[in-house]
């Protein structure tokens, strides 16, 4: 017999999880660590004993130490320990949802938390902001928190001030900072990648661009155009700090460049 247990307005419950260890992680809620999930809600807590599953709705939110997630409505799933208690293992997020840490902010429409995996996939354009740079995908933004990485699927885009990258598929690494927040060091792309900055658009096939010296390695039909300047490689080295860009050849095939007043030239291809 299913039980529901409703609390209106203002709703709170805490579960107590284990604390199985230390890991590196990128600070979303996580059984890992000593604090207790805090979950609460303007509408109503449900709780279903034979779901093993509270529900909050009505500005919900889920908190862990220094880690929120705000929804129209939470679902958080449990598994009954043998020693007793529970342990979180999934959390479900729909509508409106926002997770803030003191480094970070991602949006999406939809969240899918596997605790067990580390890993929150989020839906619905999503988005996710740091100090200085943007990341948005059509698809979907997955966050791996034991690997300390982040991927975004589907006209991928990382901003950060006048300068982005787009790619199918982009991957950014995290690193822990002396004062334990995490910053992106690296971010890779694959497929369709342009790299766009206020004087030069260059395109790819694939590319690795390190955040902390402002380089970019781009390879496979590289092309670079600039105003009415247009050149063509195997590889380029972008330096965004500097703004040098560095056309390279490979493959047996020569580095070409066309310059001058487009209408009076051929196009390159």
């Known amino acids: 017999m299913k039980l529901a247990v409703t609390l209106v307005i203002k709703s709170f419950v805490i579960l107590t999880l284990q604390n199985i260890g230390n890991a590196q992680e990128i600070e979303f809620l996580n059984p890992e660590r000593k ?66 840490t003191p480094d970070k902010t991602a949006f999406g429409k939809k969240g899918v938390y596997n605790v067990d995996k580390g890993l929150f996939i989020l839906t619905g354009k999503p988005r996710l902001k740091t100090k200085t740079e943007h990341i948005s995908a059509r698809e979907s933004l997955e966050f791996w928190e034991k690997k300390s990485i982040a ?76 105003g009415p300047d247009q050149l063509n490689g195997d590889k380029a080295e972008i330096n965004l700090n500097s703004g040098v860009s560095r056309l390279l050849s490979g493959g047996g095939k020569k580095v070409r460049g066309l310059f001058g007043p487009k209408k009076l030239r051929p196009k390159l291809k």
């Open 35 to 100: 604090q207790p999930i805090e979950i609460d809600a303007n509408g109503s807590i449900e709780w279903h004993q034979e779901a093993q599953a509270y529900i909050a709705e009505g500005n919900a939110k889920a908190k862990q130490g220094n880690v929120i997630v705000n929804a129209d409505r939470l679902s958080a799933f449990y598994k009954k320990l043998k020693k007793g208690g529970m342990r979180i293992w999934r959390v479900d997020a729909n509508g409106n949802v926002r997770i803030v």
């Open 151 to 226: 991927i975004a699927r589907g006209q991928a885009l990382a901003t950060k001030g006048d300068k982005k990258l787009q790619a199918n598929v982009l991957t950014a690494y995290f690193e822990k900072t002396k004062n334990h927040n995490n910053e992106i060091v690296k971010v890779n792309a694959q497929g369709n990648v342009i790299v766009s900055t206020p004087k030069e658009v260059i395109k790819g096939k694939r590319g690795i661009y390190y955040v902390k010296t402002g380089m970019i390695i781009l390879k496979g039909g590289v092309k670079i155009t600039r």
